[in-house]
């Protein structure tokens, strides 16, 4: 097991950020205690527990795998925790906003994987630095739970093409997989564990394989952005500012989750998701919805 990367009270250090913008990834790093992370997983799952069999309009699934922080208070929590955003201010500066918070959450003894891929790939953002995705633990993720593997200094290709296969198996949204041999010797196993996380820029080259384990592999997934980039392919976009100032309006906002599924969240969810399944699916040969 890797040991932690020490902060400087609680952030990064320039060597730090010299060695992200270097590999296009960082980890791993302590921010929140072990004890805390553990009862984040069973705030989750007492409230997957909960809402398994409610009259939710969408599955429930649908709202861990997308989008959380629009109808969770938990998931915004953990977005706008200011550890976390102590460590992304290191990559991204002072003014940060939340552009997305997912939950990655591979059963146990599955053969469920994430294809090789580029984040910024069909997000409609284009090829830019300030975007960050802040990978927190919940449960261990090591090679044999499905960690994900990186591509050290593949942030500095552009945006590579991508086939979608549209897998059942495949936990990404289409399926998309880089149109790029990577060979296993060129992955690094990105180990960490409760508590932990690990950062990664949105045009680095990763993926991650099944989870062999008798755990689950969970994982509270935050992008950050900042706000002077902007959506370039639909006509509207969202995210929340977490930190700083946002002088552009390049983004809408929205309030965040006061309850666990109100009324008034969820119609707003349907609104975001209507309007990034226009980028998020765009030139897909499959149309559908977004993550269903």
């Given amino acids: 097991m890797p040991d932690p990367l020490p902060l400087l009270d609680g952030k990064l250090t320039e ?12 980890f791993p790093l302590q921010v929140i205690p072990k004890d805390e992370a553990a009862a984040m997983r069973a705030e989750l799952e007492a409230l997957e527990a909960e809402y398994l069999d409610a009259d939710l309009p969408l ?25 976390i955003l102590d460590v992304v201010e ?4 002072p003014d940060i906003m939340i552009y997305a918070v997912e939950f990655f959450i591979k059963e146990p003894r599955t053969s469920q994987i994430v294809s090789m ?9 284009g090829a ?9 633990s919940l449960s261990p993720a090591t090679p044999a739970s499905g960690c994900m593997d990186f591509v050290r200094g593949s942030h500095k290709n552009a ?27 060129d992955k690094v196993p990105i180990e960490i564990h409760p508590g932990q996380i690990s950062l990664h820029h949105g045009l680095t080259i990763h ?8 755990d689950r592999r969970i994982a509270a997934v935050i992008r950050y952005c900042t706000p002077e980039i902007s959506q370039q392919v639909a006509d509207e976009d969202y995210a929340i500012l977490a930190r700083g100032e ?16 109100a009324p008034s969240a969820l119609a707003q969810y349907e609104n975001i998701r209507r309007a990034q399944a226009k980028f998020m699916m765009s030139g897909a040969k499959k149309q559908g919805s977004l993550y269903t």
């Fill in 15 to 26: 060597t730090q950020k010299m060695h992200y913008w270097e590999d296009g990834y960082l």
């Fill in 117 to 125: 891929h580029q984040d910024l790939t069909y997000w409609g953002l």
């Fill in 159 to 185: 945006i590579l093409p991508h086939e979608d296969t549209f897998d059942k198996n495949n936990l990404l949204s289409r399926g998309q997989e880089v149109k790029v041999d990577v060979a296993e010797e």
């Fill in 207 to 214: 993926g991650s394989g099944p989870n062999t384990t008798d």
């Fill in 246 to 261: 946002d002088r552009f309006g390049n983004f809408k906002s929205f309030p965040a989750p006061t309850e666990n599924f």
């Fill in 90 to 93: 290191g990559v991204l500066g």
């Fill in 59 to 83: 599955p429930l699934a649908t709202y861990k795998r997308v989008n959380s922080h629009c109808v969770m208070p938990l998931a915004h929590r953990i977005g706008s925790d200011p550890r």
């Fill in 128 to 136: 830019v630095d300030g975007l960050v995705t802040a990978w927190l």
